[in-house]
């Protein structure tokens, strides 16, 4: 049996007195694209950004490739990683954020190759070639000496996802990654993702394109109020909803 | 309006106790001079060290571990609160506290190395101490202005890429800082090279000190005035032009075109880089 990449067992988070995680148990299994649907504020993004520590979980495990997410264990015990062991894991898993949060004094192709040189000190010429090829992955190889601010909402999603997968991530997260952006501007994003996916890459999707949801997740999960409500494949989930609030939710949204 | 600005010229100019010859024949003094390159040294040097220290504190100041915001917090604290023309004097009387200083293991350990504290603080050093550690503590609420005005999403773009907290300030955040950062700062670099003349006040040999020195041997006080006065302006005039294009350079990625330059708007004006055609029948031939 293999290892599974993500598993989330009972994870909490709370700020101050508001709690916006309770209890999110969810496993995903390497090659696997799970899609998170969800109405805003039910803890959808907050629960993606625990996975690469970005937040820290107050009570649960969360693990990702059978390694616990910013702890490390010894008997029964959970000591929390140094800074430098959190960046190395973090190194591993690719992000993708709902306003694209591109380096605004690098051009596309520095964009790319920043972390490469600087985390896995991978020498500047091949992080450049890999960038390269990488815009060229995203149909954007004729911008790489742009400045962000030259570029539209759906082609910086697109320079953003080349810089995540610079890093030769084995796990990829995206949050909300088109609902910034012109309608017609969401196809090239998701066109570019769909291929990530067809590659074999681990996806979690915080979406509200339920279109790519059907067609692309192998598993699709609805949270609501900080838990996970109902999980299952995009036919059984979207199609036929079990719960009542999901029914609602789909019911507003399709 | 006019009138009065011809007023003030007409006095300025017809006035014999502006004494301008003898301004002309100051300006270039040797003292003078010898005082504005102290001037000079003084400014880049404190600024310097108030920019190093600034940067150094800013971060320090938003570190997640309390004790180090708190040490910066108490530094800026006390630079900040008090007059700079008293930290200068008591920098300029350390020796009287701490006649000697050394460097060993303290409470009575092995000592390495040792000076008299009157030979180590010369008024030189006393003026870039106070200058520079006071700038430091100003210097520190404007770096950290510009690090909160870059976007909490850059940090988190970075940080999923697996950069460390020093990786992120020093490649991503105080990059796009500089934006914010600069504008204040030159005025600070202006307000410094004023403040240098505080310096005065023990006895370094400064431009105004310099032109004090001349006008108590001849009371011709009113010009020797002026005459700093002048190099002041002047200095100040470079430093402006020099913080315009520095903002520029960092102002790259911001603006979807850089704007040009009054000199590349003098020479397009004078030059024209792409003379139109009018007409070419070959054009449109083809």
């Known amino acids: 049996m293999t290892e599974p990449m993500v598993r989330a067992e009972q994870v909490h988070k709370r700020f101050g007195r508001l709690a916006v995680l309770k209890g999110v148990s969810l496993t995903v299994m390497p090659g696997e694209v799970t899609c ?116 539209s909402g759906g082609q910086q999603q697109r320079v953003a996802i080349a810089r995540a997968l610079a890093m030769r991530p084995k796990l990829m997260l995206f949050d909300e990654p088109t609902s910034a952006l012109d309608p017609e501007l969401v196809g090239d994003v998701l066109a570019v993702m769909r291929g990530l996916a067809e590659s074999g890459m681990t996806m979690i999707v915080v979406t509200h394109e339920m279109g790519f949801a059907r067609e ?39 | 309006m006019l009138l009065l600005v011809a007023v003030s010229i007409d006095s300025i100019v017809s006035n014999p106790r502006f004494e301008w010859d003898v301004v002309g024949d100051y300006l270039f003094d040797d003292r003078i001079l010898d005082g504005l390159v102290l001037t000079l040294e003084l400014t880049v040097a404190a600024m310097a060290a108030g920019i190093v220290l600034g940067v150094l504190l800013a971060v320090m100041r938003l570190s997640p571990n309390p004790l180090v915001a708190g040490a910066s917090g108490f530094y800026i604290w006390l630079f900040r609160g008090t007059p700079v023309l008293v930290q200068l004097l008591f920098w300029n009387f350390i020796a009287a506290l701490y006649p000697e200083i050394s460097i060993g293991v303290p409470f009575g350990g092995p000592e390495f190395f040792s000076i008299q504290a009157n030979s180590a603080i010369t008024p030189f050093v006393a003026a870039l101490l106070g200058l520079g550690l006071n700038e430091g503590a100003y210097m520190a609420e404007i770096v950290r202005a510009g690090i909160l005005s870059v976007d ?102 911001s603006a979807r075109e850089l704007p040009l330059t009054p000199w590349q708007r003098f020479t397009r004006i004078v030059v024209p880089r792409h003379a139109e055609p009018a007409t070419e029948p070959e054009a449109s031939g083809r």
């Open chain 1, 36 to 151: 998170v649907i969800g109405p805003s504020g039910s803890g959808k993004s907050t629960f993606l950004r625990c996975v690469n520590h970005l937040e820290k979980i107050d009570a649960g495990r969360l693990s990702v490739d059978g390694q616990l997410v910013g702890y490390r264990q010894e008997g029964d015990k959970l000591y929390e990683l140094r800074e430098r062991e959190v960046a190395r894991n973090r190194a591993e898993i690719g992000m993708v954020f709902q306003h694209f949060n591109l380096f605004g004094h690098m051009t596309a192709l520095q964009n790319v190759c920043a972390a490469p040189v600087q985390v896995l000190g991978i020498a500047r010429q091949e992080a450049r070639e890999h960038g390269i090829e990488l815009l060229r992955r995203v149909g954007l190889e004729d911008k790489r000496d742009a400045y962000p601010s030259q570029l």
């Open chain 1, 216 to 254: 692309v997740a192998d598993t699709v999960v609805f949270m609501d109020g900080g838990v996970i409500v109902e999980a299952g494949t995009p036919s059984e989930l979207l199609a036929n909803p079990r719960e009542a609030r999901t029914r609602d939710f789909l019911g507003k949204v399709l």
């Open chain 2, 152 to 253: 909490e999403g850059q940090h988190q773009a970075a940080h999923s890429l697996g950069m460390s907290r020093l990786q992120t300030m020093r490649r991503i955040v105080l990059p796009q800082a500089m934006r914010v950062i600069i504008p204040p700062t030159g005025n600070e670099t202006i307000s410094m090279l004023k403040t240098t003349s505080l310096v005065s006040v023990i006895a370094t040999a400064e431009l105004l000190y310099a032109a004090q020195l001349i006008y108590a041997e001849n009371y011709r006080t009113i010009p020797l005035l002026i005459v700093a006065s002048i190099w002041y302006l002047a200095l100040t005039t470079v430093l402006t032009i020099g913080q315009y294009y520095l903002e520029r350079h960092f102002g790259r990625g």
